[in-house]
């Protein structure tokens, strides 16, 4: 995903069963201890949350609730009725997400509930999901999913309990459910506990779900990796597994980076038609969303499990973000692009076409972006609010400079991906390097000075041209590598014809315009919609939307793109790559 908080990459984590941790007796045994007690029988259906912990030198604190993450401006809606339960410990509101808290006494272990209610609207029908609503509170009647951003009422500053230990418990759960989190996998009856050594940061990019889901066992090296699927699709579940697993493998492997006593991967139907999936990395853990069209094998699987899971490293392990991260997603998000399709490739995973096919289609949208000279600033601003056009420049800005890097570094004898890796923290120097938190070990910043080394100044400016100001990058016939060329292709932007979001969500078409190919093919304002299938942002693939016409369903065709032509860079195979000792050599090598 396209955000990153500071936390501690790897924790030690002890699963600890409901008769062992009963047994600790003293609640302080747990400095903070959150307790989740599902209440599904209730209307609406609800997590109650008990927290408690110790209020330290201060007779007065302040609670911090979920504030803005991902895109999602209002987590805190789904949070009601924050009240203390500790006679003659007060709780007042600061704002909808802030409260003030007032002890009699110094250090005094203090309890405060809270209730969590669904954030997803219609999360029982089959409504789709769409992206920027998927990582909301969800309570469904047979699953639940909670990211700790949208969970946690938690005493701030967190700073203050870095050291102390934290308890997790979730309760109510029925016997039959399947209970996975960032913290492990499993439950005795209906009740899951985890203690974690340092809290700061780390429960917020937790995750957790349970109910219907099936959860299948992995082993990588001798580290389980667990996969938590619901849903039907056109693959069986252990066919994810094995691919999933695989793909992890190569990613460990290339970093040599082992130690993970374990990781949790959940797939999530959104409900979409088709050509619509996406996902997120947490703490150990990410998870990720598909339309029922995701298949295995398929270049989106191996792409979307590729990219999310290579942000274990990519930046954690590298650096910090900063507070202004948007204007730094052109590394955190579009170098790790480049690495994903870098190792797809160089483990064999893809072939050479699949690599090229790979990289023209963030090429293609990248010259068909009508935010395609946009500056950086403007990105940094409108990422969350613009994220078909300016949200996805980064990505794509951030891929086609690894690759221009990577070029001048191979003709040098160097190595990018080389780089990479030489920026890893272990995890002794991650522990350091978070604690220090200096603007010096920002990722970016250790990124430019060690390349700096071999490309000099040239550094720099290609930030300022192609990144700050947005100028248009120029694709040359050997940009991609001696195993291919480059050619130029007459192709039209992406157009719908309507006006989408709207559309999708009142299921009334609106927006039309004059001239499209939607307009053409029938489409009017005012059509009640009734069903779609389409592929965001790809103008050669065939659209379909099934409207009612006078009391009768009627599916009209049509190619969603526009009238305008641009001029494009396609990349193909050399024809000799086979034969070429150029092309074996840099298929072998690292660049």
Same mark, same amino acid.
């Not at 009725?81 to 005094?108: C, D, H, M, P």
């Not at 939607?518 to 009017?524: N, S, T, V, Y």
């Given at each position: 995903?396209?955000?990153?908080?500071?936390?501690?990459?790897?924790?030690?984590?002890?699963?600890?069963?409901?008769?062992?941790?009963?047994?600790?007796?003293?609640?302080?045994?747990?400095?903070?201890?959150?307790?989740?007690?599902?209440?599904?029988?209730?209307?609406?259906?609800?997590?109650?949350?008990?927290?408690?912990?110790?209020?330290?030198?201060?007779?007065?604190?302040?609670?911090?609730?979920?504030?803005?993450?991902?895109?999602?401006?209002?987590?805190?809606?789904?949070?009601?009725?924050?009240?203390?339960?500790?006679?003659?410990?007060?709780?007042?509101?600061?704002?909808?997400?802030?409260?003030?808290?007032?002890?009699?006494?110094?250090?005094?272990?203090?309890?405060?509930?809270?209730?969590?209610?669904?954030?997803?609207?219609?999360?029982?029908?089959?409504?789709?999901?769409?992206?920027?609503?998927?990582?909301?509170?969800?309570?469904?009647?047979?699953?639940?999913?909670?990211?700790?951003?949208?969970?946690?009422?938690?005493?701030?500053?967190?700073?203050?309990?870095?050291?102390?230990?934290?308890?997790?418990?979730?309760?109510?759960?029925?016997?039959?459910?399947?209970?996975?989190?960032?913290?492990?996998?499993?439950?005795? %009856?209906?009740?899951?506990?985890?203690?974690?050594? =340092?809290? /700061?940061?780390?429960?917020? *990019?937790?995750? !957790? #779900?349970? +109910?219907?889901?099936?959860?299948?066992?992995?082993?990588?090296?001798?580290?389980?990796?667990?996969?938590?699927?619901?849903?039907?699709?056109?693959?069986?579940?252990?066919?994810?597994?094995?691919?999933?697993?695989?793909?992890?493998?190569?990613?460990?492997?290339?970093?040599?980076?082992?130690?993970?006593?374990?990781?949790?991967?959940?797939?999530?139907?959104?409900?979409?038609?088709?050509?619509?999936?996406?996902?997120?990395?947490?703490? %150990?853990?990410?998870?990720?969303?598909?339309?029922? =069209?995701? /298949?295995?094998?398929?270049? *989106?699987?191996? !792409? #979307?499990? +590729?990219?999310?899971?290579?942000?274990?490293?990519?930046?954690?392990?590298?650096?910090?973000?900063?507070?202004?991260?948007?204007?730094?997603?052109?590394?955190?998000?579009?170098?790790?692009?480049?690495?994903?399709?870098?190792?797809?490739?160089?483990?064999?995973?893809?072939?050479?076409?699949?690599?090229?096919?790979?990289?023209?289609?963030?090429?293609?949208?990248?010259?068909?972006?009508?935010?395609?000279?946009?500056?950086?600033?403007?990105?940094?601003?409108?990422?969350?609010?613009?994220?078909?056009?300016?949200?996805?420049?980064?990505?794509?800005?951030?891929?086609?400079?690894?690759?221009?890097?990577?070029?001048?570094?191979?003709?040098?004898?160097?190595?990018?991906?080389?780089?990479?890796?030489?920026?890893?923290?272990?995890?002794?120097?991650?522990?350091?390097?978070?604690?220090?938190?200096?603007?010096?070990?920002?990722?970016?910043?250790?990124?430019?000075?060690?390349?700096?080394?071999?490309?000099?100044?040239?550094?720099?400016?290609?930030?300022?041209?192609?990144?700050?100001?947005?100028?248009?990058?120029?694709?040359?016939?050997?940009?991609?590598?001696?195993?291919?060329?480059?050619?130029?292709?007459?192709?039209?932007?992406?157009?719908?014809?309507?006006?989408?979001?709207?559309?999708?969500?009142?299921?009334?078409?609106?927006?039309?315009?004059?001239?499209?190919?939607?307009?053409?093919?029938?489409?009017?304002?005012?059509?009640?919609?009734?069903?779609?299938?389409?592929?965001?942002?790809?103008?050669?693939?065939?659209?379909?939307?099934?409207?009612?016409?006078?009391?009768?369903?009627?599916?009209?065709?049509?190619?969603?793109?526009?009238?305008?032509?641009?001029?494009?860079?396609?990349?193909?195979?050399?024809?000799?790559?086979?034969?070429?000792?150029?092309?074996?050599?840099?298929?072998?090598?690292?660049?």
């Amino acid at each position: 995903m396209f955000r990153w908080t500071s936390f501690l990459a790897l924790l030690i984590v002890l699963v600890i069963s409901p008769r062992v941790y009963a047994s600790l007796g003293k609640p302080a045994v747990c400095e903070v201890d959150v307790r989740f007690e599902a209440k599904w029988d209730t209307t609406p259906r609800r997590f109650e949350v008990t927290l408690s912990y110790d209020i330290g030198e201060s007779v007065e604190g302040k609670l911090i609730g979920p504030k803005s993450w991902g895109g999602i401006e209002n987590f805190d809606a789904t949070i009601t009725n924050l009240r203390s339960t500790t006679s003659g410990v007060r709780v007042a509101a600061i704002s909808s997400s802030e409260w003030k808290i007032v002890a009699k006494r110094k250090k005094q272990r203090v309890t405060v509930r809270y209730s969590i209610t669904n954030g997803i609207a219609n999360i029982d029908d089959e409504t789709p999901v769409p992206t920027t609503e998927f990582y909301r509170n969800t309570l469904g009647k047979r699953h639940f999913q909670l990211i700790g951003h949208g969970a946690f009422v938690l005493p701030e500053p967190l700073s203050n309990y870095a050291e102390r230990t934290a308890c997790v418990t979730f309760s109510g759960m029925p016997a039959s459910w399947v209970f996975a989190s960032s913290f492990g996998a499993g439950h005795r %009856n209906g009740v899951a506990t985890y203690r974690a050594k =340092g809290i /700061s940061d780390q429960l917020r *990019e937790s995750v !957790f #779900l349970g +109910g219907d889901y099936r959860l299948i066992e992995r082993k990588v090296g001798d580290q389980s990796l667990f996969l938590a699927v619901r849903g039907e699709w056109t693959f069986d579940d252990a066919k994810f597994a094995d691919a999933t697993a695989k793909l992890v493998l190569i990613h460990r492997s290339f970093w040599n980076d082992f130690n993970f006593p374990h990781y949790l991967i959940a797939l999530t139907p959104n409900r979409v038609r088709s050509a619509s999936y996406g996902g997120t990395r947490l703490l %150990n853990a990410f998870t990720m969303h598909a339309s029922s =069209g995701f /298949s295995i094998p398929g270049a *989106e699987f191996d !792409f #979307l499990i +590729g990219h999310e899971h290579l942000h274990t490293w990519m930046p954690e392990r590298i650096g910090e973000m900063g507070e202004n991260e948007a204007q730094y997603y052109w590394f955190s998000e579009g170098f790790t692009n480049y690495l994903t399709h870098r190792l797809l490739l160089q483990s064999g995973e893809w072939t050479l076409k699949q690599y090229a096919d790979g990289i023209n289609r963030t090429v293609s949208a990248y010259f068909l972006s009508p935010a395609i000279n946009a500056s950086n600033e403007r990105v940094a601003r409108e990422f969350w609010t613009d994220r078909q056009h300016v949200g996805k420049l980064p990505y794509q800005r951030g891929e086609l400079l690894a690759l221009r890097w990577a070029g001048q570094l191979a003709s040098r004898g160097k190595s990018l991906t080389t780089h990479l890796r030489e920026l890893a923290y272990t995890q002794h120097d991650l522990l350091k390097q978070r604690a220090t938190n200096t603007s010096s070990e920002l990722a970016v910043n250790r990124l430019t000075a060690a390349l700096r080394k071999d490309l000099a100044k040239s550094i720099d400016g290609d930030i300022d041209r192609f990144i700050e100001r947005g100028e248009t990058f120029e694709i040359s016939a050997n940009f991609l590598g001696p195993c291919f060329e480059a050619n130029t292709a007459e192709i039209a932007p992406y157009e719908l014809g309507f006006d989408a979001k709207p559309s999708f969500a009142e299921r009334k078409i609106s927006g039309v315009i004059t001239g499209s190919n939607a307009e053409k093919a029938g489409l009017r304002d005012g059509m009640t919609l009734i069903d779609w299938t389409l592929e965001a942002g790809r103008p050669a693939r065939e659209a379909s939307v099934t409207v009612d016409v006078s009391g009768v369903a009627r599916t009209l065709r049509f190619l969603p793109a526009g009238t305008r032509l641009v001029q494009v860079p396609v990349f193909s195979v050399r024809a000799d790559a086979a034969t070429s000792g150029e092309c074996k050599g840099w298929l072998a090598g690292e660049v």
